[in-house]
């Protein structure tokens, strides 16, 4: 920027107004946002509406600053909603960035306020004849709402040239015409939505900030804050404020945190409303989400009147619609939370009161879940014991089990001892989110009850409840085979079935998966799934969906587990934010499909949705078997380090709930990534202590992973017959079983010693095996893991070259399915480091041959070609021969097949 000459204007301009504020400390670059803002064909128009705190001044200043061109910058305030001042400040603006010449930026100011016309004609004459490229930033633009102004900002936009863009960012959308610009494909909208930050983002922003922090308090933050910068920074501010406090959740930074986005919620948001438009807030701020007709039942004399909520419904209050019901709307929780601490500090029984008439209303309205957690905020305990009485069933079909945990929660110690349906309800939730240590007071309720029963109550259904509790524990506690004992002798003795019985067998089914053996996990799942659907019960059968989908995947039938777990998809858009715990087994099933179909940077991204829902519950439901699966994803995107910290982080939550089944099945895969990844000496010693007593506890019953673990300990500390034994048996187990995924890797392993052994030809045998089971089902995963350091092997198996006859070699059939995932390999510049430069399958094209076989896929002749790089034809066919010689091709179309199969056509 720079100024043509000093401004003399009639009217003043504040020159701060005419410069980007000074951006935030250790801003993050919002690169994928900055790629949408690029420069379109013609002139156009980008809005920018989101509420306070989410970044879009920040984001401008970005944007402005890899502008190739002339920027022209505003800050607006409630002021420039008088259109001479508005319009004064505009020409200061087009003035210092050199597009309006000192002497007709005079002319245009003088002509203020007696004759706007004249000085807006100046202005946009000067913009029209200004060739090169203009960017207009109109920042805090929603302060503007006066009518004139808007139809000059939008007689500014029909009259641009092509080189002018214009952004316009507020809390509040500008009344302009975007109609026009929408059907010209020349408007660009953005929200709340697209401006949160991602839990990469967030992690990004942590590391500038000084926090030390893991995965668990990235995704907890994503999941408090939803992406909301501003609050991210406050916690991150109450952190570093707190030097003694050992994490983020320390209370005492807690405490902080909330008062610091109470303190901005009431400045920048609160304080503008109306005393009606903030009572209604206050009102409705003790439920999770609301529509009118509760809205007017908490806050009868609020502005908000049946059937909308429009005085509301403003962008700028954090307001939104609610995922699940259509009509409902819910507030951001950091603000939520900040408008109930108010309430709360107020009127404590005020706020009793309101969560009594929202339970009430809720409870007349069929939603029992929220009812029952607002009847427990109340400490209405009689009501909520009603509730659990009456629609026990509903409680469970809902799915929001956090809800339920948190009220059941709320009923005093002592109460409800000898509640017959509280017991076997509890019971159902507990075991649902796999709480061990609920679980087990569970048991001790029922038991009690079992001794001295009401007279109401089924002793053959709290025997069946006791049971299947314990067959749990047996599962999550990695004592799989007394599980199955446990059911085996329940399930012989009753005939009759029930539900009871179906969550049994389905605890059976886990306990068989675990131990890998899948024809018996795959009979007993599909039975209790195809029982429980027939009783009618609905949300708990994702569970038992999602486990036959493992199976499917296991069995090497990816299509059939993908159809699986689309059907289990969420209601609601799957771009909203996901919030019932059931669709916890969508995402997670559908990111194990993505993996096993090698689309990892979409598994990625469906396992932090499922991490999202995760969180929102208690650790123990699904977290550690989340974090398990994402850091395969970031080991085979050859993430290892961080591969390992996500499975520590699994390790720590499954460890600390006693949920030893997954902790075993995390540590199996860290000590194998540790042994890629030295110095490793801890990881392996503490794996192969806790081995060691899988051993002397379990004996043969060990989880399939960990035996292969074994192997590859075995291996790498130079036991090789004894991990020549483990694997040859570990492949005959799992051949019966026909569990291909852990084949593939199980034949790489005996490939890997057979290659130390110094056997090419064993260890190209054995390869092939894994390589004609990877082709038969399509599972490109090969490559993942410790398949990586055979890119070598690999190599050696597909070329041609110093072939003597008795050599191995991978077979034609493998060749067309090996090929480009060795092409894709090679190409990232990890592998590439870490993999030996043997011959290629082809030898490598120059990068002329390369430019001349992209022409030759598009069709063109070799004149076209010869002309589009300035050589001769001659030259041309020179290239041609050569690259048909390298990819061992006789014509243009085998070169062009070729060529995609080995991926190189990008």
């Known amino acids: 920027m720079s100024d043509t000459g000093p401004l003399e204007p009639q009217m003043p301009v504040l020159l701060g107004k005419l410069n980007p504020p000074v951006p935030p400390a250790a801003a993050v670059a919002r690169a994928h946002l900055l790629e949408r803002l690029a420069p379109r064909a013609g002139s156009g128009l980008t809005l920018i509406c989101a509420p306070a705190g989410y970044g879009k001044t920040t984001l401008l200043q970005q944007f402005g600053q890899q502008w190739d061109g002339a920027l022209i910058w505003l800050s607006l305030d409630e002021q420039d909603n008088d259109p001479d001042r508005f319009l004064a400040h505009l020409i200061g603006a087009f003035t210092r960035a050199g597009i309006l010449p000192g002497d007709l930026a005079g002319q245009a100011q003088s002509a203020l306020p007696r004759s706007p016309e004249h000085a807006w004609a100046l ?30 900002i939008d007689a500014l936009l029909r009259q641009a040239p092509p080189t002018l863009q214009l952004v ?78 050992d994490s983020l959740w320390d209370p005492a930074v807690q405490a902080l945190a909330y008062g610091y986005i109470e303190d901005y919620f009431r400045e920048e948001v609160l304080s503008t409303l109306s005393r009606p438009m903030l009572h209604l807030l206050l009102q409705t701020c003790v439920v999770n989400c609301f529509d009118p007709p509760l809205a007017l039942h908490l806050a009868p004399e609020s502005p908000a009147q049946p059937p909308t909520l429009k005085p509301l419904l403003r962008p700028e209050l954090f307001v939104q619609p609610a995922t699940r019901r259509d009509g409902w709307y819910r507030y951001h929780p950091l603000l939520q939370h900040s408008l109930y601490r108010r309430l709360n500090r107020r009127d404590p029984e005020q706020v009793r009161t309101l969560h009594r ?19 427990g905020r109340s400490h209405d305990v009689s009501a909520l014991l009603a509730v659990v009485e009456k629609h026990a069933f509903d409680l469970l079909r809902e799915g929001e089990v956090s809800e339920i945990v948190s009220s059941l929660g709320n009923i005093p110690a002592g109460l409800g001892e000898d509640h017959f349906t509280l017991a076997v309800t509890e019971a159902s939730v507990v075991h649902v989110v796999r709480d061990t240590g609920r679980i087990g007071r569970c048991l001790g309720r029922i038991q009690r009850l079992l001794r001295q029963p009401p007279p109401y109550a089924s002793r053959g259904r709290l025997l069946q409840t006791s049971l299947y509790l314990r067959a749990q524990l047996a599962y999550l506690g990695g004592n799989f085979r007394h599980g199955i004992r446990l059911c085996d002798r329940e399930l012989q003795r009753c005939r009759d079935a029930n539900a009871a019985l179906s969550v049994m067998r389905f605890h059976r089914a886990n306990c068989h998966f675990a131990l890998g053996s899948l024809s018996r996990a795959a009979g007993d799942a599909l039975q209790a799934l195809s029982e429980l659907e027939r009783f009618g019960l609905t949300g708990y059968t994702n569970a038992l969906s999602f486990l036959a989908g493992q199976i499917e995947l296991a069995q090497g039938r990816t299509a059939a587990a993908e159809r699986r777990f689309l059907h289990l998809g969420p209601r609601h858009d799957l771009a909203a934010t996901p919030q019932g715990f059931y669709d916890v087994f969508h995402y997670l099933g559908l990111g194990l499909v993505r993996t096993e179909q090698n689309r990892l940077p979409e598994a990625e991204r469906l396992l932090n949705r499922a991490a999202a829902i995760a969180l929102k519950l208690p650790p123990s439901a699904a977290l550690p078997w989340v974090l398990h699966q994402l850091a395969l ?17 699994a390790r720590d939550i499954a460890l600390k709930h006693r949920l030893y089944g997954i902790y075993r099945l995390c540590g199996a895969y860290r000590v194998r990534l540790a042994l890629r990844q030295p110095p490793n000496g801890d990881i392996v010693h503490c794996w192969l ?14 989880l399939p992973e ?48 057979y290659q130390r052994g110094d056997d090419d030809k064993a260890a190209m045998q054995a390869l092939n095996e894994a390589l004609q089971l990877a082709a038969d089902h399509d599972l490109p995963r090969l490559l993942f893991h410790e398949g990586q350091e ?37 190409r ?17 094209l120059t990068r002329r041959e390369r430019d001349v076989l992209a022409l030759v896929i598009e069709g063109r002749g070799n004149q076209e070609i010869a002309e589009a790089l300035y050589v001769g034809v001659s030259t041309v066919k020179t290239h041609i021969n050569n690259i048909f010689k390298k990819l061992d091709v006789a014509s243009r179309d085998d070169a062009i097949l070729r060529a995609r199969r080995l991926n190189l056509c990008s």
Do not use: K
């Not at 809720?362 to 607002?374: M, R, V």
């Not at 202590?689 to 060990?702: K, N």
């Not at 990232?828 to 490598?844: G, I, K, R, S, W």
């Open 828 to 844: 990232t510049t990890d592998a590439a480091c870490a993999v030996p430069l043997l011959p290629l399958p082809f030898e490598q």
């Open 706 to 753: 960990e035996r292969l673990a074994y192997g590859w300990v075995q291996c790498r500390q130079g036991s090789r017959n004894e991990a020549l034994r483990t694997c040859e048996r570990l492949i005959a187990d799992l051949g019966v079983q026909g569990h291909i995924p852990l084949q593939i890797d199980a034949w790489l392993l005996l490939a890997t010693l």
């Open 357 to 375: 008439l929202a339970a009430d209303r809720l409870l007349q309205q069929g939603h029992y879940t929220e009812a029952l957690y607002q009847y």
């Open 633 to 649: 994803v970031q080991s085979a995107n050859g993430h290892l380090e961080r591969a390992i910290e996500t499975l520590n982080e």
């Open 790 to 826: 055979l890119t070598g092997l690999i190599q050696q198996g597909l070329s041609d070259r110093d072939r003597g006859p008795q050599q191995a070699r991978i077979p034609a059939p493998l060749r067309a399915f090996v090929e480009p995932l060795l092409a894709a390999r090679l």
């Open 123 to 152: 202005l946009l004459n000067c913009v029209q004849r200004h060739g090169a490229p203009m960017l207009l930033v109109l920042d805090n633009a929603g302060t503007l709402h006066n009518n004139r102004l808007c139809r000059q």
């Open 168 to 245: 316009i960012a507020g809390r509040r959308r500008l009344a302009v015409a975007t109609g026009w610009l929408r059907a010209g494909a020349r408007l660009l909208e953005l929200d709340a939505a697209d401006l949160a930050f991602g839990a990469e983002e967030i992690s990004l922003l942590c590391q500038r900030a000084g926090a030390d922090v893991c995965a668990g308090d990235i995704y907890r933050l994503t999941n408090l804050t939803e992406g909301w910068v501003t609050g991210i920074r406050l916690w991150l501010a109450a952190a570093t404020a707190s030097p003694r406090a």
């Open 689 to 702: 202590q806790e081995w060691d007593a899988v051993l002397r506890l379990q004996g043969e019953h060990s």
